[in-house]
């Protein structure tokens, strides 16, 4: 994340902040008077890199070759109680688990259900995230699904 300071002629600020929110993940723009010349006009918008959406698979495409959520449930329980003491859980149990809780998200989303379950799969996502040293600039759902469709395509 990082912020664009423009000073400008006031009556171009609209025009500018609506270029920058094409370009990048914009927040909301900032206006102040500019403080040695007061014809012109100070706007502050803090953005990130726009993730390039070309890059990240639908869900349908991502999830094609998934079992069921069912299984994908079973299988996560049963990787975690298998897991030996001491021992860390690997990539795959992170991936498959996040891949899992945005499928049950996605569900719940698309009945019109705005709960818990996005919240829980973008937390999972995010931990998959970390533990791939991942620094990509996207919503780290669209990671996991990424991340998914070129895991079972290699299985």
Known sequence: MFEIRVICDPADADHITEKLAQTFTTGPARQYPNRHNTERTRVYVTAEHRADTEAWPTPEAAYALAPSIISEIGWT???????????????????RKAAVLDRIALADEDAGIHGDASEVAAKAAQRLMDTDNARAACDP???????????????
């Open 77 to 95: 329980a049963r990787a975690a109680a298998d897991k030996p003491f001491g021992h860390a859980l690997g990539r795959e149990f992170w991936l």
């Open 141 to 155: 759902r669209h990671y996991v699904r990424q991340q998914y469709a070129h895991w079972a395509k290699h299985q």
